[in-house]
């Protein structure tokens, strides 16, 4: 029960949702780029919603199946077609073995997740499937696929739905709350923080992006010492130009923090592409934890129905 | 200065204290007694002051404000954590240690003496971060200090030995860098497969011992 890897694209690695217990060793969290589209893909599947699957940046991907099994394609938009055939994308796709999938360029977002019931079957290494690129364990042998690895599938845990699902809207915003030196950055650095339409590099990864724009200066000179940085701070480094740590942020860091982007858009910043842009929203926390709780209604009321189409 | 305890965004609190080796060995206490009592908390330890990341759906944050309080009180009791000693076998100067010289300049010594002085220091590891068993370490010669090169290494090697700043530590994997390197050492900080990954824990003590000097 494999996977044939035919065609990659930029990057395509194994993941799940990550090492959360890593960070007292170092070892950064790594997982899925956008854990909603990861979680509804598996439940499209018929598989446990936090199982391995392969998380695809920007398309250019294509795989053959030596099983019958069930997938779903989920995240960024791209053609995605099964020998020649389109196929639609956030819904159960029945495969069977020796069929080809090809998923094309990306149209919008940056990832996409291809979840298989039964899920991919990687060792664990320190509690996660996930890929540590940077660390090079993890995943498949530590590193993203090639073409002509096989890629090992799990056995499916039971009956799939037939199921079909909206794809949320990214949009360009991500709400913030201010972080812990927010106050050391002038008032002019908040207004063009929270003002400026902020334009994702290229030098972005899945560690984190740098973003370009107005400089971000701080009131006075501000001696850190190290502290724990996650996926979702803005820090801003003597540049001025602030980076948005993402899955594989490492766990401590010394430049000051000027935000933290809401958990409920944490999602959000792994589908932004070199070139677009993101403009910051400041929320209070009762905003932030309410966006949160209907999230998770959101994943919960899907979780049921997607049961009952079994 | 007084512990003061700030929200990191909607799932994380930090208790910041000073960087004093004091508050620091308190920090190893609570980051224990937080492990223990509070599994579902992820906790960090940083260099005088700890993280913790919660899930504000399963508890609030006032909860985990409290626990933290609490925690930082008991480990004033003088709770001690267990802890090993290392010794760090190193080779120092030469193609291992290619920045030897350039601390040595500035430390207005020779080579011979800078190798002395950094295997005389007793360090201690703060915390553990920046790359997956990476050591803070305390206790570098203050005569050592050096300033961290203008333009980083784009590539330095598993077990390189440095100085940048008023610190001192190891490279566990190869990476970027812009620490100035005195030497190599094979002892193997990390590795995934071993339980736990990470050679070194926060408490622990080490020492530098040259096994080779080369001009």
Redesign the interface.
Known sequence: MSLSILKTGALATVQDAGRYDGAQWGVPRSGVMDIPAWLIGNLLVGNQPDVAAIEITLGGFSARFDVDCVIAVTGAIAPVTLDKQTMGQWRSIRVRAGQTLRIGFAESGARLFLCVSGGVDVPMVIGARSTDLAGGFGGFAGRGLKAGDEVALGQAAGPAPDGWVRAPERGDVLRILPSTEWSAFTMAAHQTFLSEAWVVTPDANRMGARLAGLELPLAQPLEMTSHAVHPGVVQVPPSGQPILLLADAQTTGGYPKIAQVIRADLWRMGQFRPGETIRFVEVTLAEALDALSEQRHWLARLEMQLKWRV | MNPVI???????L?LSVS?TLEDQRRLWVM?RLL?QEFPAW????????L?V?FD??IEA?AVIEHGIELAWQRSQRGLKVASHHHDVPVVYGGKAGPDLIRVAEHAGLTPKQVVERHAAGQYIVY????????P?LGGLDPQLATPRLDKPRLKVPAGAVGIGGAQTGIY??A?PGGWNLIGHTDLRL?D??MI???LLAPGDTLRFVPTEVRA
């Not at chain 2, 915390?127 to 990476?134: S, V």
């Open positions: 700030q929200p990191l965004g909607d799932t994380a930090v960087a980051q492990q992820w906790v960090v330890l940083g260099v005088g002051n993280t990341r504000p759906m944050a915390c553990i971060g920046f790359l997956p068993g990476f803070y566990p994997s990476s990390f995934p497969a736990p990954p990470a």
